[in-house]
């Protein structure tokens, strides 16, 4: 098992106690097309501790992005939110179901920005070509903090600084084509925390930056989490990033969550095979040119299949014949706030399976030729 410095998870474990500023709750996402259905998020609960950082991770297709925009209400067309719940705890406000908002109602339009904001992927797409970075900061802080163009200006000035920009006047002045990559995703994140939100959505916010940038994005943002005290949702493919940001992990594939725990007790005893597999693909150091890099067998399967039984035990080298290729794993609790869905830790029924069943299967698999299991000690 490879080993990412990473820091002290601040959590114990995960239980309705925990205080949640956003819950999601069986959350069902679907895109209808003239070819047929495409669920893209499949049942998903989850949970973000207020002032701690949630990471959600898998392969690129497995819903990761979609659980986030679903939260914002800003699924394109032609998906749609089937089912679920959403319920926001906003500091100073009563729960509510954002759901039960319209996606273009003004409720869900003072939700965004001001109680949850969002950095994309792109920010070359989500920012306005036609404004400068400071107007569109300050446009965001009259609607939700401030009726005084002079104190918006001061306030984007002010955020623009925290966000480790050179030169903060004279881009208050500057296009988004004017600025490099990393300076325009500073931009986009002075952008999201411009109202001092209670959530902040990061879907893939250093995939495209090198890796020099990408550590002062991630400075960047967890400076302004304690200043801030926000809670934040980071969607990513990158492990070590998670390793480095995050309190909880929750591993998605295929539209459903296959194990959630807390940093620590994922990276030091991944559970399900998909999560495993995950850490052996992450490069290792020491390795030397010619050493080959871990795979995930196979791929995830098309849009439109329709496989029975675990989603994963096509490409799982631990699959239990007979029972994986038949019936779904619920999303079940295995001790110390960890959970997984998955045969090897729950029989059928929902029953918990020893440490030692565990390890005895893992064991057969190995002699079969399939892949070692790490003990759930």
């Known amino acids: 098992m490879v080993t990412i410095p990473r820091p002290a998870s601040g959590l114990g474990s995960t239980t309705a106690a925990v205080d949640n500023v956003i819950d999601v709750r069986n959350l069902h996402v679907e895109f209808h097309t003239s070819l047929g259905t ?6 998903v609960s989850l949970g973000v501790p207020r002032g701690k950082t949630l990471g959600v991770v898998g392969e690129s297709g497995c819903g990761k992005s979609v659980t986030a925009f679903a939260i914002m209400q800003l699924v394109a067309t032609p998906g749609v939110i089937a089912q679920g719940e959403i319920i926001l705890r906003a500091r100073g406000k009563d729960p509510v179901n954002l759901l039960t908002y319209g996606k273009a109602s003004d409720d869900m339009r003072a939700v965004r920005g001001r ?6 992927q792109e920010p070359m797409t989500a920012l306005n070509p036609c404004y400068t970075i400071g107007n569109q900061i300050a446009e965001a802080i009259l609607l939700h903090r401030t009726s005084d163009p002079a ?54 916010p250093t995939t495209a930056l ?27 493919h990158n492990l070590g990033v998670v390793a480095q940001m995050c309190d909880e992990v ?56 329709k496989l029975a039984g675990c989603q994963f035990h096509p490409r799982c080298p631990d699959a239990i014949a007979g029972v994986c290729d038949v019936k779904s794993p619920s999303l079940l609790p295995i001790g110390d706030g960890a959970h997984v869905s998955c045969f090897l830790h729950h029989d059928p029924s929902g029953s918990p399976r020893s440490p030692e069943a565990v390890v005895a299967h893992a064991q057969s698999m190995t002699g079969a030729g399939g892949a070692t299991v790490t003990s759930p000690n």
């Open 115 to 120: 109680h949850i904001g969002m950095i994309f």
């Open 210 to 236: 090198d890796v020099t940038t990408q550590a002062q994005i991630l400075d960047v943002m967890r400076e302004l989490q304690q200043h801030i005290g926000m809670s934040i949702m980071f969607v990513t």
């Open 151 to 204: 104190q918006a200006d001061a306030m984007a000035l002010d955020i623009l600084s925290r966000v480790g920009l050179p030169s903060p006047s004279r881009l208050m002045t500057t296009f988004p084509h004017q600025l490099s990559g990393g300076m325009r995703q500073r931009a986009m994140i002075a952008l999201a925390l411009s109202c001092e939100p209670d959530l902040l959505l990061a879907d893939e």
């Open 250 to 305: 929750a591993v998605m594939y295929l539209g459903r969550i296959v194990e959630q725990a807390s940093v620590d007790e994922l990276f030091d005893s991944p559970k399900h095979p998909y999560t495993r597999a995950l850490m052996r693909s992450i490069p290792q150091l020491g390795s030397g040119r010619k050493g080959r890099l871990e795979v995930i067998q196979g791929s995830i399967p098309g849009q439109f299949s």
């Open 38 to 43: 495409v669920r893209a998020v499949n049942g």
